[in-house]
């Protein structure tokens, strides 16, 4: 009908729109505007108040919506110490009811029956209700937010994702009846598995790392390379199709493994890898050249528009910029339209959200970042899907959801959007929740060396050390020359801060 309006995708790379030069110099256009309050208000009610009947079928996956959430508040800068006391205590007490007796997490309190119900760890696997990788993954980034990570049975956890994992070096979902491996061999565990193993075991040497065999690391880069596709993608698994979300989760698993290619696995601080001769990346320029081709430009345009003859004049060869602007006149489109720019999926796919976070991921972990279209990533989320009552719509004319509303979010804080912390791709959070994982790594790994007690204190309080009638107490002075030894070699395990009020002076 006319004057509907409808939507209209073209490849933004085809037309070279990611020039941004170009599209400043001949546009005027005002920065849209992130509403940062909006949104924490969105995600109160989240966490607060019952949720849409829609999300019913997600009770087998409630840890990943409490990830979400707090992963969300911590993004926007309300942390635990800003949330009700009780609430953090309630939410961490449900993240841990979750944890299975023989290892790992269910998705929900709703599907693990109280512990004496299950057979041992050493009889054979109970089929009822048995943890599952994606609520172990979930549930152990969600108790970073309200606790440690070195809370859980890391051992056995350990142990009960080594038997997730197949001969052909792929991960299941979970462990059925007997310990047969069930669920499929898609990307998706493979993301899980590394890191969790990651977030367990770390990449510290120490002698804990040998209390628990490791998983067969060759065979998950194996079957990580399988997947690959002739076109730089990854599938779902071998002879798939390539598809931006199992694509991200292939590249983060190799970074969480140490597995990237070394030509392009620098940070964006230009870091050199540990170890150059890694390959878990087998063609890295069609990976490249694939993920930018999601790029698309998304257009609103009336119906009516379509019978209009498109206006076209004389090409110009003395400006580039100008026959730039031509083709897209040509296409009946403009700079403005075309300033919206979101990623699709696969090829011949419109844009989405979610979309938008796997490409722009992957190529922040390929340290790639340069070639994003920021500018028009960010004018797609924050003017098309951005809700009026915060969070993010899978795409125009959606409503908000957990899922969309938190990777729209992760997506901004990546391109570096002022009022969000800084994001870490691999992880899918804040660069700040990481850190907290690192320092519980090194205390559970560690837990003997020097820095895990009382040198952990006097880090922390900036050298500021209690005091009694004037002098140290005994512990405290029989550690102060090691200490200062350790700071003067640069050896303490942390970087020392001076946070304000850590420690009084008053008796």
Known sequence: MAGQKRRTYTKASALRIDNLTTVKKFTTMEQPVFNKELHIKYWRRCLKSVLPTEYTST????????????????????????????????????ILNCEHPNGGFCGSPNHKYPSEYYRSATDTPSDMDPANLPATFFALMALNFVGKVGEVDRKKCLKWLQKLQREDGSF??????????EGGRDMRYCQCAAAIRWILRGDLKSKSQKEVDDINVDGLEGHIRKAETYDGGFGESFEHESHAGYT???IASLSNLGRLPGSLSKSEEGAEPSDPKLTGVTNL????????????????SGDEEDDEEPQTKPEDSSNPANNEIEQLAAAGLSLEDTYAIGCNGRLNKGPDTCYSFWVDASLYILGQSKLINKEGSRRWL???????????????????????????????????????????PVLCASQEAKSKIERDIAEFLEPDAPGKSVWDNIVLMGDMVPVSDGKFPKFWTDAEEEHKKM?????????????????????
């Not at 840890?63 to 800068?77: C, M, Q, R, T």
């Not at 299941?172 to 491996?181: P, S």
């Not at 003017?383 to 009552?389: D, G």
């Not at 700071?487 to 008796?507: H, I, R, Y």
């Open 285 to 300: 320029q069609d990976t490249i050249r694939w993920l930018m081709s999601r790029q698309v430009n998304y257009v609103e």
């Open 487 to 507: 700071k003067e070699e640069g050896t303490l395990p942390f970087q020392p801060f001076a946070p304000e009020n850590v420690w009084s002076g008053e008796t």
């Open 59 to 94: 009770d087998s996956s409630r840890l990943s919506l409490g990830f979400f959430i707090l992963s969300a508040f911590d993004l926007l800068g309300v942390g635990g110490d800003q949330l009700d006391r009780k609430d953090v205590a309630g939410l961490k007490q449900w």
């Open 248 to 250: 991200y989760c292939g």
């Open 172 to 181: 299941g979902e979970t462990l059925g009846k007997d310990g047969k491996i």
């Open 382 to 424: 924050i003017e098309k899907t951005q809700h009026m009552i915060g969070g993010f719509a899978k795409e125009p004319g959606y409503p908000p959801d957990i899922y969309h509303s938190y990777l729209g979010l992760g997506t901004l804080a990546m391109l570096g959007e002022p009022d969000l912390k800084t994001f870490d």
